[in-house]
């Protein structure tokens, strides 16, 4: 059961989204939104998000597992009768190049976090032992 009716999804990225796809499909022309229109294209996107994910963990129950994964959602889709590919994809190829740009950036900022917090832990170390040794030496 759904815990609240708020949105699942930030507006300003939805809408940002919602209109990438739309110049990228339809290049020759351009084309507006009315505020209520994105938020019940919102409502039906996030609607139709959360019972595909409904309805796979159904499936990831029925096979006794705990992890919800890619081929549930396949074999749901499947099942539903949704075609995995489209037509045309060059739009959906370009927005998944560039989430896939995003999340290598991503992935390389936390890498170099995680290791410039490991630099600052070994100096700290590095710090707290020589003020030890310091200590323990006589005068």
């Known amino acids: 059961m759904q815990a609240s009716t708020d949105l699942l ?10 209109r990438e796809i739309t110049q990228t499909n ?7 939104f009315q505020s209520t229109a994105l938020l019940a294209m919102q409502e039906a996107a996030e609607y139709n998000l ?10 990831m129950i029925h096979a006794k597992r705990v992890t919800l ?8 889709n499947r099942l539903m009768g949704v075609s995995s590919k489209m037509p045309d994809q060059s739009g959906e190829n370009k927005v998944h190049e560039k989430l896939d740009t995003k999340l290598k950036e991503i992935r390389e900022k936390r890498k170099k976090s995680r290791e410039e917090e ?9 710090k707290k032992t020589k003020k030890q040794n310091e200590s323990l030496e006589p005068v």
Do not use: A, C, G, T
């Open 9 to 18: 999804l930030r507006k300003l990225p939805f809408q940002h989204l919602v």
């Open 50 to 59: 959360v019972r595909m994910f409904e309805e796979s963990y159904l499936l």
């Open 118 to 126: 490991k630099q600052r832990q070994k100096k700290r170390k590095q």
């Open 69 to 76: 994964k890619r081929r549930d959602i396949q074999l749901r």
């Open 26 to 32: 339809l290049q020759k022309h351009e084309i507006r």
